[in-house]
């Protein structure tokens, strides 16, 4: 089974900016969750 999540506004934005600030994927998934 997958674990999909549906992203809120706040939660792309955090995304984008974590992104511009050098953060894994990884760091940014434990983050959201």
Do not use: C, P, V, W
């Not at 674990?3 to 894994?24: E, M, V």
């Amino acid at each position: 089974m997958t674990k999909q999540k549906h992203l809120t506004l706040d939660d792309r934005s955090y995304i984008q900016t974590s992104l511009n600030n050098g953060f894994s994927f990884r760091r940014i998934a434990e983050d959201l969750n």
